[in-house]
């Protein structure tokens, strides 16, 4: 991707990409005016990171600033490139945010679930989506009319919980017994960078937001962390345990790699 295309997809509009709060040097990439962070450290050569506070450099101590700059310009189309897929990640993650309050909408299972506050009611109840009247997956809560964003927030954030370790005790009871493996205790995690974890001791730990996915790909996380019970590592025999189970799994971790969850806050 050239510099002119790699603006033209709106990075020239991100400054917090390109003149990050953290950046200690700047220069001109593709026209367009750059801040990096540079990092001084003990190693041989030159490493370039790009996240979402932007780019990161990390040079030598005997390498002069000419020529950091200069391996940054012989970079420039990758570093832009890596630059518009953040910029793109950050307005998705952006979109994604929540307006909590009656008639507001939430990913469930891969669809639109769509959340009112019903004070009649003396529990939370999910109705059905009913096509035929042009009606989705619909939560009503257990609040009135008036109800605060934090409250309507909390409320469909403890309702996800809860249907996050049912969908997974009934996935792992699913996949288990096929695996050859046995949980011996399943906990939610909401950790921000982790889907999953498994441990030695049988235990499993599951990211609840999964909820948001398609059922699809929820099941891929669930068979990866069994077949960590079997091979505690990335093996090759590792991957052959999951293909085993999960042909097609190569595709469902691609849509939870692109995939954006709500912002709750």
Same mark, same amino acid.
């Given at each position: ?21 953290? +950046?200690? &040097?700047?220069?001109?990439?593709? @026209?367009?005016?750059?801040? #990096? *962070? ?5 190693? /041989? =050569? ?48 952006? +979109?994604? &945010?929540?307006?909590?309050?009656? @008639?507001?909408?939430?990913? #469930? *299972? ?5 959340? /009112? =506050? ?148």
């Amino acid at each position: 991707m050239s510099p002119r295309s790699t603006a033209d997809t709106g990075l020239a509009h991100s400054e917090a990409l390109l003149r990050p709060a953290e +950046a200690n &040097r700047e220069l001109v990439l593709g @026209g367009l005016h750059l801040g #990096y *962070l540079l990092k001084r450290a003990t190693r /041989r =050569t030159i490493g370039f990171v790009v996240g979402p506070r932007g780019l990161a450099v990390s040079a030598p101590r005997w390498v002069s600033q000419p020529q950091i700059d200069g391996a940054v310009q012989l970079k420039a189309d990758w570093i832009l490139r890596k630059l518009a897929e953040q910029g793109q990640r950050l307005v998705q993650i952006d +979109a994604a &945010r929540i307006a909590w309050r009656d @008639g507001a909408r939430v990913p #469930y *299972l891969g669809e639109d679930l769509l959340v /009112r =506050t019903t004070g009649t009611l003396t529990r939370t109840v999910l109705q059905e989506a009913q096509p035929h009247l042009g009606q989705p997956r619909t939560l009503h809560l257990r609040l009135p009319a008036g109800a605060m964003p934090a409250q309507i927030r909390d409320s469909v954030q403890r309702w996800l919980q809860q249907q996050a370790r049912a969908l997974f005790e009934a996935r792992i009871a699913h996949f288990a017994a096929a695996m050859g493996v046995q949980v011996t205790r399943l906990r939610l995690s909401s950790a921000r960078t982790r889907w999953g974890s498994a441990s030695s001791d049988g235990s499993v730990r599951l990211n609840w937001r999964l909820v948001h996915f398609p059922l699809a790909t929820l099941d891929y996380v669930v068979v990866h962390e069994l077949a960590h019970l079997r091979e505690m590592n990335h093996s090759p025999a590792f991957w052959a345990i999951v293909r085993a189970v999960m042909p097609d799994y190569e595709a469902r971790r691609r849509t939870l790699k692109d995939g954006v969850v709500p912002v709750f806050d």
